[in-house]
């Protein structure tokens, strides 16, 4: 299967993905517990030995866009942090994360808690202010912080697992596995 191929695989992945997150949250209301699930696609992008930096930029870029099209925000706060964490987490060289599940789980919650802070951080800057006054706001910003981190890490290594299969479709290290 050619890079091409693979890489609309993965953003096909990442639109089904943002769709689940969207119904999931809405049927279930989860709250602050709702995944980022492109967020791991991203930070395996990063990581991944086998994706070349344009590739995965351009990935990147057009995940942290879709995401921001089911968020229904118009500054692109998602794909500016989506395309800034695939390169910071390029940019460390993290391989070894790869290995094995508890380093996924470890890498994308402390990546997620960033990204949450960053995404309040960018929108403070931004949008304009709530008419009306938050009780409590920096446990609120934690508290929800924290917990979407923690869900994301939750289901990262099923995201992890899926790009991992695309991505061996190009080397077959599936089938010359099993000969």
Do not use: K, N
Request: aromatic share 10%.
């Amino acid at each position: 299967m050619s890079a091409l191929q693979r890489s609309v695989l993965i953003v096909t992945l990442g639109f089904l993905l943002l769709l689940l997150r969207s119904v999931v949250w809405r049927a279930v209301a989860l709250g602050p517990f709702t995944p980022q699930l492109v967020l791991p696609m991203a930070i395996f992008l990063g990581v991944s030995p086998d994706v070349r930096l344009v590739r995965g930029a351009v990935i990147a870029f057009l995940l942290g866009y879709l995401s921001d099209g089911f968020c229904g925000l118009p500054m692109s706060v998602h794909t500016f942090l989506t395309m800034a964490t695939y390169l910071i987490v390029r940019g460390m060289g993290l391989r070894v994360f790869l290995r094995g599940p508890w380093f996924q789980v470890g890498l994308t919650f402390v990546a997620s808690a960033l990204f949450g802070l960053a995404t309040t951080g960018v929108r403070s800057i931004f949008e304009a202010e709530a008419p009306f006054a938050v009780d409590g706001g920096s446990r609120l910003l934690i508290y929800s912080t924290v917990a979407t981190a923690f869900a994301t890490a939750l289901v990262s290594p099923v995201v992890f697992a899926a790009m991992r299969s695309i991505e061996d479709t190009a080397t077959g290290r599936r089938e010359s596995a099993a000969t």
